[in-house]
């Protein structure tokens, strides 16, 4: 079993080395370590492999030194502006004051203001609320002092309790507990490390995982989802839903009940269903069936509100696995694992129910055709070809080709990004980065498309993709 600690190392030497020191003593194993004192000069991330006993006395042992981590106490950094007398020590019974009430100071700077008067700016680390009133009282006494926001721009005020503030400016805007906040750490960090091995600089990253965290939150306050309604050759109805972010939602509609493909973001699971209500009479009282092109968790988001899910027997593999908290398909890469448990986090993501799963075919084993045929599902009026790819994209990824409407529903492997909405083309920049590939095998992925293509039959197709508006492709 492993876990990550998350530290708060003394300035003082040798600190590290008592954290491996305890980490030894309980006969464990540290598989990964990440401190940067650019980033952050106090906070560590230590990652164990050891037994339940042994992590318990890993535990203990860092709470008996103190270097438990502060993050889920502390509310973020308190900015002071105090003018001290000018004189020779005109500072020191301020400093005396903040040692007395047990503060930590993370950032002063020092100057003239404008006014002909010495200024001194301090950032104390607080509990909130917690003795700050007596502070600011027998502080008066001293010198004059003003309460001063947050400077959330101060990179000099950031690299003492980056991940702190971090951490709780993410948590508080997206509604995370305090165990969800701490895995959101965790993992900011580990994406971090991994991106920085890579040459880029921490400070990108971070920026893209709170890009990531505002285009989800505006989404939710904002569901600005493009609707469009397209018809397939034979006649049949097809309202496709493109939300901000996450993937697109289409469903099909002959009026022997409904068929969609692909479910979105959870976040958003509410706000599309309400949505496909008012663009579908009937919705509720219809027979609703689901088709998953891959289990990614941007594409399950309604997969619950539909009477069956029909997948192949590694998206179901994925999904048992996961409800007894092992590792899904992405997590078992290293690369991207911290970025699909911050996407869970963020999107309030659950494994969709087990007993509404219908295996079409398929098996657990690595792929290795191109793109093997599974056979035939046939629901609602529609009947589909389903066909699994070698795992360009991801493990699981399945193809389905109703050939009476011409459609073809490829997944991710294949999305128009000349045809992204505003809010889709931002967020869709952000994977990339943070994942430095979305595709498991590039080359692999390029090959499914080929196969794709060269399933179709001459004529005019509509392509779905998983994001952005589909593509017209006619085969000569």
């Given at each position: ?435 430095s590939s979305v595709d498991t095998s590039v080359s692999n ?32």
């Amino acid at each position: 079993m492993k876990k990550t600690f998350t530290t708060t190392l003394p300035e003082r030497a040798g600190a590290l080395e008592t954290v491996a020191e305890v980490v030894s003593s309980a006969g464990a194993n540290i598989t990964r370590i990440s401190y940067n004192r650019a980033v952050d000069a106090h906070t560590a991330f230590v990652e164990v492999e050891g037994d339940d006993e042994q992590l318990s006395m890993i535990a203990q042992g860092l709470d008996r030194l103190g270097y438990t981590s502060a993050g889920d106490a502390v509310e973020g950094v308190v900015l002071f502006e105090f003018s001290p007398d000018d004189r020779v020590g005109g500072i020191l019974p301020l400093l005396r004051l903040i040692r007395q009430c047990g503060y930590s100071i993370s950032y002063v700077s020092g100057g003239w203001l404008p006014d002909n008067r010495e200024t001194i700016r301090i950032g104390i680390l607080a509990k909130s609320g917690e003795g700050l009133s007596s502070f600011i009282n027998s502080a008066s006494r001293i010198c004059r002092v003003k309460l001063l926001d947050y400077d959330k721009s101060s990179k000099s005020l950031d690299n003492t309790v980056f991940y702190i503030s971090f951490a709780n400016e993410i948590a508080s805007k997206m509604g995370l507990d305090e165990r969800a906040k701490r895995r959101f750490t965790v993992n900011a960090n580990l994406i971090m490390q991994i991106l920085e091995a890579k040459g880029i600089a921490p400070q990108a990253t971070f920026e893209q995982v709170g890009n990531f965290a505002d285009c989800i939150k505006e989404g939710i306050a904002n569901f600005n989802a493009r609707v469009t309604e397209y018809k397939g050759e034979a006649g049949a109805r097809i309202v496709l839903v493109e939300p901000p972010c996450g993937s697109n939602v289409c469903v099909l509609d002959r009026g022997h009940g409904l068929v969609a493909v692909d479910g979105g973001f959870e976040c958003f699971a509410d706000q599309t269903i309400n949505l496909l209500r008012r663009e579908i009479p009937g919705f509720d009282a219809t027979e609703k069936y689901a088709l998953l092109t891959h289990a990614d968790v941007d594409h399950c988001g309604v997969l619950n509100s539909f009477d069956e899910i029909i997948l192949n027997k590694k998206c179901y593999d994925q999904f048992e696995a996961e409800s007894h908290g092992r590792y899904g398909f992405r997590e078992r890469i290293p690369s991207h694992k911290p970025y699909v448990r911050i996407s869970a986090l963020l999107c309030g993501y659950h494994t969709p129910n087990l007993q509404k799963m219908r295996v079409l075919g398929g098996k657990s084993q690595k792929q290795t055709e191109l793109m093997e045929y599974l056979g035939n599902v046939s629901r609602a009026g529609f009947c589909f070809e389903v066909y699994e790819g070698i795992g360009g994209h991801i493990d699981g990824e399945c193809v389905f080709i109703e050939r009476n409407e011409r459609l073809v529903f490829a997944g991710d492997l294949m999305y128009n990004m000349n045809g992204f909405t505003k809010e889709q083309a931002r967020f869709n920049r952000i994977a990339p980065f943070l994942l430095s590939s979305v595709d498991t095998s590039v080359s692999n992925a390029a090959m499914e498309r080929r196969a794709i293509l060269g399933l179709l039959t001459p004529g005019k197709w509509t392509v779905f993709g998983g994001h952005g508006a589909p593509i017209e492709h006619t085969v000569r």
